[in-house]
């Protein structure tokens, strides 16, 4: 009897072993978590990670770091993370120019974020706002179209530099509208805002968070948020979508990714930590005042969703015929 009992003990703990994913037998994390961020520190991109970085690192009990490694649109931090150990260790804060625009723009980099990267979720979502000058006389982006077609090439906006998603969203807009403007790519987007305050240029497509102040003190008229829907932050604006192009979706995008080959159990892990940083109030607070929402995500839709982003922004660097100066 004693001995029959052993064995039943023993194959019950066997089974109980059996059951733990490889991330709960190794005890993940063991180590500190290592976030590479591929912009400045301030930007965006480096907010969100940073906001994130903290809540994960007091809910798993293990510090994760964020690292600033700037240049080339955020491509030298995303080679170095798809060439890291596919251990859950290093992972990249990527955003939409890096993940889906420039590696299709700088022509030179062998970097296929498809392959090359583990999606584990979705961070954050900005919307852009059209944005004119008060002098111009377009107060709706049907006016800015008929300005656009009446003299093809006359009309400026700005960005804050080349393969940006201001400068995208401008992209697609006139592929959409079948129209031609000229791009003038400032080094950021605060000197290309100064310059739309200053008059200097027509138009833009900014982060709505950072004309919003401009927008409210009549600075800038608004005529239209980038996303599919209205924006929470300012409801009174509507869609281009809604105003005059159907098709139209551009956002300023924030993901959080891994190595290719990382272990399914520990994205899950991960993605279960970002889900729930998200969900916390004050998290939701301090993206409302960026002017940002979270969207639920999995691995899975998060890697479906930047295949098709890439998919969208190669046709509209292709049919624009944008070119990188490298």
Known sequence: ?????FVLALVFAICLL??????????????????????????????????LAQKMSDAMGQSVVVENRTGASG???AEAVAKSPSDGYTLMMGSQTTLAV??????????????????????GVSPMVLAVHPAIPAHSVNDVIAMAKAAPG???????????????AAELFSSLA???????AYRGEAPAINDLLGGQIALMFPNLSAVMGNIKAGRLRALAVTSSQRSASAPEIPTVAETALPQFDAATWFALVAPAGTAHDILA???????????????????ADLGMTSEDSTP??????????IAKWTKVIKDAEIHSPE
């Open 102 to 123: 420039a590696p299709t723009l700088y022509r030179k980099v062998d970097l296929d974020p498809s392959r090359d990267f583990a999606g584990i979720a979705l961070a």
């Open 300 to 309: 899975d839709s998060l890697d479906a969703y930047i295949r098709s982003e």
């Open 18 to 51: 059996g059951s733990k994913s490889p991330a709960q037998m190794s005890g993940f994390p063991e180590r500190p978590i290592k976030m590479i961020v591929g912009f400045s520190a301030g930007g965006g991109t480096d907010v969100v990670a940073r906001i």
């Open 178 to 184: 079948g129209i031609r403007m000229t791009h003038i």
């Open 269 to 287: 892990r991960l993605n279960r930590e970002v889900r729930l940083a998200l969900a916390q109030e004050d998290v939701k607070r301090r993206f």
């Open 154 to 168: 006359t009309l400026n906006f700005g960005s804050g530099g080349l393969g940006t998603t201001p400068h995208m």
């Open 75 to 77: 491509l030298i931090a």
């Open 1 to 5: 009897m004693k001995r029959s009992a």
